[in-house]
Each structure stands twice: as C-alpha cells, then as structure tokens.
C-alpha cells in the first residue's frame, strides 16, 4: 500500500515557481502647451501673445477663466497674434561718467563791485597789521581821500567790542588816533568826520583825561549810528 503511494508521488512532473519581469516603459510627456492669451495677464503677457505654460496652470487657470485659448494643429489663433513688445536694456553708466554728469559745474567767478574790492583790501590789510613781527599796530591816517571809503557799521559793531580800554599816557586822545584804532580792530576806515566822542552827554572834540566816553560812529550813507564805550586808563 505505502509503496503504490510513493510510486504515485514521484510519477507527477516537479513544477517550477518562475517569476516573470515586467518591463516598464517610461513615457515623456511635454508638460506644456501652446495658448494665446485672450486677456492681459500680470507676469504672464499681453492680449494676443502666443506663449508656452504648463498645462496645469492652463487647465486650471487661464483656461477656466477663459483668458487664454489653446492652439492646436487643427485650431490656430482666435484673434490677431501679438508680439511681445522687446525691453532694450539701458547701457552701462562708468563710475567715472557718473562722476562727471553728478558733479556740478562750478560757477564762474562773477565780478566785484568797487565796493566790494575796496572791503577785500581793507581786510587784507588789516589781516598784515594783526600779524606784524613787532606786535605794533599799524597807523592809518583817515583823512586821505574820505570820499572813497566805506565802512559798514553792522560790522563795526560786531567787530568793536562794547566796552573798549585804552591805556593811554599821551593826551589829548584825537579823532585821528581813534580812526587808527578802529582800523586795527575791524579793517575798516572811518574818516574823522563820522567820529565824536560824548562825556557825560555832553559832545567833545577830544578826550583830555582818563574816564568812560562815549565813542560815536555815524554812517551818512546808512543814516544810523552805534555808540561804543571807550575807557581810558
């Protein structure tokens, strides 16, 4: 019995398991497509271009809003095609050509009045007696040519100071020695006749002794005056 069994066994054909490989074919799909845009779209193009997207963003935007249509072998353009308008690129400014358009043109010197030369030199001059070897101040005499020289007296008072003292051993004190004085303290020449001196209200011609006075600077011109403290020691 088990050998008629056995017999049976070994007379079936083995079979044999084969795992078959399947081969997978890749396929290349074109993922864009060719439309014309029926509407201006921002960062995209203008009406009529003919452009290239994505499929997904045509068949899920532009396409559904219908502000594009696709363009195929058998369907061409809906409306007149458009070509997108060329952005020429500026040229390339130097450093160097940047410099000379940025930097303004100086100005030509404009030409000076006499008046203004006359207050140049006087400067000048004063700038020469400040800084002399000797420290000694320079005497101007104020009576040579009275009509040619101008002086400011908004100058004259921020030049002068309020109270001015002088130490002085030689009198009288003359309009003359006091025209030098503001030379040398402002640069500008005051002629005699646009000084007085006032003691105590009272106009004097000179000052004789020491004392506070007055020291009066008149303008003709500008018709305005300033007074001065001198204190003579």
Do not use: C
């Not at 045509?58 to 396409?63: A, E, G, S, V």
């Not at 007696?129 to 420290?135: D, E, I």
């Not at 006091?178 to 209200?201: A, H, M, Q, W, Y």
């Amino acid at each position: 019995m088990f050998t008629n069994r056995i017999v049976q066994r070994s007379s079936i054909p083995s079979l044999r398991l084969v795992r078959y490989r399947h081969k997978v074919s890749v396929v290349t799909v074109n993922d864009k497509v060719t439309v014309q845009l029926l509407k201006n779209v921002k960062d995209i193009g203008i009406k009529g271009e003919v452009i290239r997207v994505k499929a997904a963003y045509m068949r899920n935007f532009l396409h559904h809003d219908n502000k594009a249509a696709y363009i195929t072998k058998t369907e061409g353009p809906r409306i007149p095609v458009v070509e997108k308008p060329v952005v020429v690129a500026a040229p390339e400014i130097k450093k160097e050509e940047t410099k000379k358009v940025l930097t303004p043109q100086k100005k030509s010197a404009e030409a000076m009045s006499l008046d203004e030369l006359s207050k140049l030199f006087n400067t000048m001059r004063t700038r020469k007696a400040r800084t002399t070897s000797q420290g000694e101040a320079i005497t101007v005499s104020a009576t040579e040519d009275e009509s040619n020289i101008t002086f400011s007296l908004s100058d004259l008072d921020e030049l002068i100071p309020s109270t001015y003292t002088i130490k002085e051993t030689n009198f009288p004190i003359t309009k003359t020695r006091v025209s030098s004085l503001i030379f040398n303290l402002s640069g500008d020449k005051v002629p005699e006749s646009s000084i007085s001196f006032e003691k105590s209200t009272t106009s004097i011609d000179e000052i004789a002794e020491t004392g506070d006075y007055n020291l009066i600077i008149s303008s003709p011109i500008e018709k305005s005056s300033i007074i001065k403290t001198l204190k003579v020691q």
